[in-house]
């Protein structure tokens, strides 16, 4: 952990911080980065540090921000081509091979 002057509720979040991201795949170097910049701005969201850029006091919190960044993108979701492919062949759908993905989920759902 970086030698500061933090209290031991900070050095609780920097550790779960710190393994969060190495959990979600980042190298130790860099989840130590992530959960340094997180705990400052925090700090400096809370008055704690002696100085807090503009943008530490005015911003989202990290957290927040995170949260949207990680991993909650909205996208096509559902189930793979290949899925839906083998449910098809279960339930012997005819023509299933040259079905395309949402055709294969119109026959599906039809069933």
Do not use: C, F
């Not at 980065?33 to 701005?41: M, P, W």
């Not at 008055?47 to 960044?69: C, H, Y």
């Amino acid at each position: 952990m970086p030698q500061q002057a933090w209290d031991s509720k900070r050095e609780r979040q920097y550790e779960h911080v710190k393994n969060s991201a190495e959990e979600q795949g980042s190298s130790e170097a860099r989840a130590e980065e992530i959960a340094a910049r997180t705990v400052n701005k925090n700090r400096a969201r809370t008055g704690e540090a002696d100085e807090a850029s503009k943008t530490s006091t005015q911003d989202i919190s990290p957290q927040r921000r995170g949260g949207l960044r990680s991993g909650n993108r909205t996208g096509p979701g559902g189930r793979t081509k290949d899925q839906l492919y083998d449910d098809a062949r279960r339930e012997g759908i005819k023509g299933r091979s040259s079905m395309t993905k949402k055709q294969l989920e119109q026959a599906l759902a039809s069933r």
